[in-house]
């Protein structure tokens, strides 16, 4: 009910037609005498009841913003009224009354006209609704339907007779019923049988009366009715309560969920209707009643159909919306984490490799010109990208501003593809530029699992992004090498040497860029953890006793934390925390001995003792060149890995020794 409706006015009117009802309720069912007044209660209050009903229904017309349904269920209340009224005050006074008659057709048309109103107002609630409400509610409408003809119907066609039309109109009550139960069944189900107080209303209106006049179609036909039959107040009843219908609110339409209570009414609507059916074979049911029946299991049958097909339709909705990024359309994260376990498990006979993006700029766009914006940006750009790689590989949005591609192949940064990639991730215009940073992992040479190779291509990324001119990362590189070199002047000179000793060996070794630009930032920063080892024991002229080497070697681990604090140093940190880990497993802090030492960390710890034998040192003098590279070769398959040792030997031929710092 609006609130403009909430007037005392009607709140009165609708009261006043309630309490007339109870008073005529309780002079039929209980039999009441109100002496003189009986008559009047009879005849009068039934006539007045309807009229006053009818009236309130033709004043919502007024108020109803679609008046059509209004119109139609206030010509079925008016019909129903005047036909009431025309046989109160005529032929109800005769001997014998004619049938059919002009009241008969009166009521006949009134069904019409509920069919439409219901009809109509149920379009409106509903819009689009999907063919498995529809379903549901024929069910209902059909199983009600059914119950109604085997309870009523019979006795109704036996005693039909006489003249065409007359036989015609017997039967056309119970079959207009039926279709008027059927009509509430609908609409209940397809408000997900959760209506509103207006349908509740107006379905308890329109089921009343359906029943009251197929009950009233019984009585007569097996001479059961009297005037003061309990079926004659359900006529009043059903139009009082379309009155209280007309002005109650409508409520939110319900959207379908599944639940068990979506599934049980029309569960429970096919199972009276199958055991219809199975009373058929025990006792007397209508031939109406059992078609019914039939209709109602062959309803569920369809709806069981349909379910299914929608199950199917909903499965491959949410496998493809779980694989692929709502805004842009590319494979999502899930997606790529599914590609990498099958690149992973094609072995190394199907090299592929993975790039992983970083938009640069992208925060500033979106600060700018607004979310909006950005997504258009996004969806711009992953369009350009996925075009760039079509037929080498596959494109991937991982969210936010991240994407990747995934390679056939093992490609460099050189690549005409990655470049392409590189490129697409890009845009400029005024007041704004994008560009994109990337990470590469040759698969599975390089990871060993999708995670670790999502990891490592995201730590490269950030080494890529770090590498450019004033980034922070290089700026971080930067502040943490100027603070060692404050705390130790001395080691300024010896981290460039062992970054150089490392850069040329691991170039000797074949490695990539990737893996170059990490065990340079390694090397250079190998030492970062001393800064938390006290000048006594970091300055020491003789041996370190126990606890003093404890101290010592937790510098390593000290460098670690320090390093991981920003991501794009996280690699470097692992290898700081190695580098003086042992190939025998008798180095620190982990023990880790052979391959399980990142090579990384193999190749700085022969560039760090050998830069160290070749410098004075507080407990030892320097060494020469030869005698130091003697020194690496006789540990070498100890401590140190004989591989990495070649390499080195290898490098020193080239002349790199001499242009070192010798003391």
Not at 46 to 52: P, Q, V
Not at 83 to 110: C, I, K, Q, R
Not at 117 to 141: E, F, K, N, P, Q
């Amino acid at each position: 009910m609006t609130r403009s409706a909430r007037t005392p006015l009607l709140l009165s009117s609708l009261g006043a037609l309630t309490a007339a009802l109870a008073i005529y309720v309780l002079r039929t069912l209980l039999g009441v005498s109100l002496g003189p007044l009986n008559g009047v209660v009879d005849d009068g209050l039934y006539t007045a009841l309807e009229a006053g009903a009818t009236a309130m229904v033709w004043l919502r017309v007024r108020k109803a913003d679609d008046k059509r349904p209004w119109i139609a269920l206030g010509l079925f209340a008016g019909l129903w009224s005047v036909g009431d009224l025309s046989w109160t005050l005529h032929y109800d006074l005769l001997d014998e009354p004619p049938f059919p008659n002009w009241s008969d057709a009166l009521y006949v048309a009134s069904y019409a006209c509920a069919y439409v109103g219901m009809v109509g107002l149920l379009r409106a609630r509903t819009g689009a609704v999907r063919a498995s409400l529809w379903l549901d509610g024929l069910i209902g409408g059909l199983a009600l339907g059914s119950l109604c003809a085997v309870a009523f119907l019979g006795p109704v066609v036996a005693s039909a007779g006489g003249t065409t039309s007359a036989v015609a109109v017997t039967l056309a009550y119970p079959v207009l019923d039926l279709l008027l139960l059927c009509v509430v069944g609908v609409a209940f189900g397809v408000s997900v049988w959760r209506p509103g107080a207006m349908w509740g209303a107006l379905g308890a209106s329109m089921a009343i009366c359906a029943v009251g006049d197929a009950s009233y179609s019984w009585q007569e036909a097996t001479g059961a009715y009297s005037p003061t039959s309990w079926v004659n107040a359900m006529w009043p009843a059903a139009m009082v309560l379309l009155a209280w219908a007309a002005w109650l609110p409508e409520g939110r339409r319900r959207e379908a969920r599944v639940d068990e209570a979506l599934f049980a009414l029309p569960a429970a609507f096919a199972t009276l209707a199958l055991g219809i059916l199975v009373w058929s074979q025990f006792g007397p049911v209508d031939l109406v009643g059992a078609l019914a029946a039939a209709a109602t299991l062959l309803a569920a049958g369809v709806r069981a159909g349909l379910t299914h097909h929608e199950n199917v339709l909903l499965l491959r909705r949410s496998r493809r919306e779980a694989l692929e990024d709502g805004l842009t359309g590319l494979p999502n994260r899930r997606r790529l984490m599914v590609d990498l376990q099958r690149a992973l498990a094609g072995g190394a006979g199907r090299p592929t490799t993975l790039v992983f993006f970083d938009l640069d700029g992208f925060k500033s766009y979106n600060d700018n010109f607004g979310h909006g914006a950005g997504d258009a940006l996004l969806a711009r750009l992953a369009a350009v990208l996925a075009g760039s790689v079509a037929g080498a590989g596959t494109a991937y949005r991982l969210g936010g501003d991240e994407f990747c591609v995934l390679l056939e192949g093992t490609r460099g940064r050189g690549d005409a593809t990655v470049a392409a990639a590189a490129g697409a991730l890009g845009e400029a215009g005024e007041g704004f530029t994008i560009t994109s940073s990337y990470g590469l992992v040759a698969l599975p040479a390089e990871a060993p699992t999708a995670t670790a190779a999502l990891q490592l291509a995201d730590e490269r990324m950030y080494g890529h992004k770090g590498r450019r001119r004033g980034s922070p990362r290089r700026q971080g590189r930067d502040l943490l090498l100027q603070v060692l070199r404050e705390r130790e002047p001395a080691l300024e000179e010896h981290v460039d040497d062992v970054s150089a000793l490392a850069l040329a060996v691991g170039r000797e070794l074949g490695l990539g860029v990737e893996a170059l630009d990490e065990i340079t930032r390694g090397a250079e920063l190998h030492d970062i953890g001393k800064i938390a080892v006290p000048e006594a024991i970091l300055h020491k002229p003789g041996p370190l006793d126990a606890d003093e080497w404890h101290v010592m070697r937790q510098h390593t681990i000290v460098g670690e934390r320090i390093l991981a604090a920003a991501p794009s140093l996280r690699p470097v940190g692992r290898l700081v925390r190695s580098s003086h880990e042992r190939w025998d497993g008798g180095g620190y802090p982990d023990g880790l001995a052979g391959e399980r030492i990142p090579l990384g960390a193999r190749i700085i710890a022969v560039c760090d003792a050998f830069d160290a034998m070749r410098q004075d040192r507080p407990y030892a003098e320097s060494m020469s060149e030869d005698a130091a590279l003697a020194e690496l070769r006789r540990c070498a398959g100890a401590q140190f890995d004989a591989q990495v040792v070649d390499a080195f030997a290898a490098v020193l031929a080239t002349g790199v020794g001499r242009r070192l710092r010798v003391a």
